[in-house]
């Protein structure tokens, strides 16, 4: 192989994305990247299912039994407050095997907030997770409300992936579950990253929606994968 070929070649899989598996360490690219991740794993009908404000038993512990029942990894965007309150949640969330993601300590709204503000925020909430898990790796960085501001590049900086959806079921008021199925339904694209809750409330009819739609999904040939590793 020339060495012009194989300059072509490593340029054109640069171009590609999949330089990984080409390049020397300093070039590899399996760092975060600042761009907002919102994609499933995975081509054709693949779907995410992200849980936020959490760990927030006992509709986690409900909510994991019901991932269990039917083998689904999902991802966990844990508010250190609740973290503080419930380590022991989160060693459950793990041993499950699901991923987990930095979702800030208080669930503040950062979008006004300095770099400096935010780094020492996620800072502090991964460093409680790790109080909870230690050695766990964390993911992924959710900011509250999409309220964004400047930390998709600090989160990527500390080596978490920023982590969007591309809906959400509005189950913050619960409307009921049947509810939440159709919403799900009606919803649903393939790709989609889909934001619920697991905390902040009485999540019992997220559960329970989790719960019927797995079968009907899966039953249509939908898989359900974690979402993109960077952006
Ligand atoms: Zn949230």
Redesign the pocket.
Known sequence: MSRFFLRSLVAAASAAGTLATLSTPALACDHPTPVIVDTARGHGNVVSFTF??GPNPPDTYHLLAVLAKYHVKAVF?L?GDQVKAHPEVVRAIVRGGHTLCN??MH?DNMSTWTPEQISADLTATSALIHQAAPHVKIEYF?A??GAWGQSPQVAADLGLQPLGWRFDIEDWVPPGTDVLVQRLRDRITPGAVV?M?D??GDRSQTVEAVDQFIPEIRAEGWRLTLPQRRG
């Open positions: 936020d404000d965007c508010v979702h800030s669930h959710r509250p409300y934001l809750h905390g902040g």
